[in-house]
């Protein structure tokens, strides 16, 4: 899970998570296999953005076009399903960006527990920090009350298991942040529907893979139900 937009008024605030499944651990080599090759690359070598993808892993802001295209070939080919909730500030409760993302993380993380509710164990990795640092700690528990009042008291649930990782600890977390990156562009494009435009073309692109898009203000924008194609 991670989260796009924040201290950005300028950008729809985003919470997103990616599923990856029983092969996740297969979908995490393949994305450390490409890092490993992509890191040798010695035609790059002194490019600031290249120096940081080195130090810190895949990430949709910073990737050089010789990374990000590498990167999205790898998404192109890797099953998984992202849900994803967004806000333009107005409709979420909150006085600062802090509490509306934790308000978003506990909205979604609830809905993802009561999907696994026949699991035993509910895993989650969150991407590192300074706003997560505070929020985790509260997560497990208001997640958990949050579905009881979604579900009842008598609901079953999974344990949930939240661990805040650093990206190369845990690269498969750059998929969501890329998927994020193209939602945002788009959202910001007012979500035109013309080929012509770069923003649509993207979006397009992952979303076969989005299982849920869901704004606080407009509901809901695209699901696997509910595709806009």
Not at 5 to 30: F, K, T, Y
Request: charged share 30%; glycine share 6%.
């Amino acid at each position: 899970m991670d989260e796009s937009g924040n201290g950005n008024a300028s950008q729809p605030l985003i919470v997103g998570a990616v599923e990856l499944g029983e092969d996740a651990e297969d979908i995490e080599e393949r994305i450390r296999d490409l890092y490993k090759r992509l890191f040798a690359r010695s035609s790059l070598t002194g490019f600031d953005s290249f120096e940081e993808f080195r130090k810190d892993g895949f990430h949709s802001s910073n990737d050089p076009t010789e990374i990000s295209v590498p990167f999205r070939e790898l998404m192109r080919t890797t099953f998984f399903k992202a849900y994803m909730v967004v806000t333009d500030r107005t409709r979420v409760p909150g006085d600062t960006e802090s509490e509306r993302i934790e308000f978003m993380y506990v909205k979604l993380l609830s809905d993802l527990l009561i999907r696994h509710r026949h699991e035993p164990e509910f895993l989650c990795y969150i991407e590192q920090s300074e706003d997560m640092a505070s929020i985790i700690r509260r997560l497990p528990d208001g997640i958990v009350r949050q579905a009881y009042k979604t579900t009842g008291k008598g609901a079953s649930l999974p344990q949930p298991n939240i661990t805040m990782v650093a990206k190369r600890d845990y690269m498969s977390t750059a998929i969501i942040d890329y998927v994020m990156a193209d939602v945002s562009r788009w959202l910001q494009a007012g979500r035109t529907t013309n080929p012509k435009n770069y923003p649509y073309r993207a979006f397009r692109e992952i979303e076969p893979s989005v299982s849920m898009l869901y704004s606080f203000e407009h509901g809901r924008i695209s699901s696997r139900k509910d595709r806009l194609h």
